[in-house]
């Protein structure tokens, strides 16, 4: 993996040199002399972040190759999360508009056997109507049903909420260890190439600006690398987190008008304020 790394680096770094030392509007033969005022080692660094990853041991690709991985793995989730957060959300909404159109707990009972619970809003009106139902017909015949109705509905709900939210979170964890540790990383590789500039430096016949500046501002890629694999990261964990709090308090919201109706068979209150009245058959009209 790594012969690989190191092949596909020195390519580029070729490809850079390439392209630094022959000028678009100047013939092949020209781009034998150097460009005025630049040395022949100038020339070579002109090659920036690929000319120093190639340049660079073991230790120095080992942590460009993490970077990579780390930034491959947040733009994953990023994408994943997103599309996946947006699908949710869309039947959720399909789902609350349904639900508070249909004429009895019935119908959404059938409904949601039908099509299935495909999102939280869902799961949580299907298991809290079937813990309703199965604590009516049988009681409590497991230690875990043991109280009044509502005391096991309350625990159903309060278990599907706990699993939704796992869900919710699921990634999270990932995007906020990269971005935590993507900066580390980053200053980590430009200790170690500042380390091996300064040796460098030191071991050669005179010291001037161009030797340390070249070596040293070259070292200080890797501290940009680790910054821009960490900013969309912390950028994107901050906005899931958000969007998942909206959406539990909207779900904490409809699980307490969802249990307030199977108690009572009474009206339940919208996100919006307003109130809808839904009738099941035993119960009369409001």
């Given at each position: 993996?790594?012969?690989?790394l190191d092949s596909a680096i020195h390519v580029l770094a070729q490809l850079g040199e390439a392209g ?267």
């Amino acid at each position: 993996m790594f012969d690989l790394l190191d092949s596909a680096i020195h390519v580029l770094a070729q490809l850079g040199e390439a392209g630094a030392l022959a000028p678009a509007d100047a013939p092949a033969v020209a781009s034998a002399i150097p460009p005025a005022g630049m040395t022949a080692q100038q020339v070579a660094e002109a090659g920036g972040m690929l000319h120093f990853i190639s340049q660079s041991d073991i230790v120095g690709k080992t942590l460009f190759g993490i970077l990579v991985i780390m930034s491959l793995t947040s733009w994953y989730l990023i994408f994943v999360k997103s599309f996946t957060n947006m699908r949710i959300r869309r039947r959720s909404n399909n789902f609350l508009r349904e639900f508070w159109a249909a004429s009895s707990l019935e119908q959404v009972e059938n409904e949601i056997t039908t099509h299935g619970a495909s999102e939280p809003f869902a799961h949580l009106a299907s298991h809290a109507i079937h813990a309703q139902n199965h604590h009516t017909r049988y009681g409590a015949m497991k230690l875990e049903e043991k109280g009044s109705t509502g005391a096991f509905v309350t625990r159903t709900i309060r278990k599907v909420i706990d699993e939704e939210t796992a869900k919710l979170e699921n990634g999270l964890t990932v995007l906020a260890s990269i971005g935590s540790t993507a900066p580390f990383v980053g200053l980590f590789g430009t200790v170690w190439g500042v380390y091996h500039a300064l040796v460098g430096i030191g071991l050669s016949d005179g010291v001037t600006v161009n030797r340390i500046a070249g070596p040293v501002g070259e070292a200080l890629i890797m501290t940009g690398l680790g910054l821009a694999v960490a900013i969309p990261a912390v950028l994107a964990y901050n906005g899931f987190v958000r969007s998942n709090r909206v959406y539990l308090a909207r779900l904490d919201a409809f699980a307490h008008d969802l249990f307030t109706f199977l108690s009572t068979g009474q009206q339940a209150f919208e996100s919006s304020g307003r109130v809808r009245r839904v009738k099941i058959a035993s119960t009369k009209d409001e």
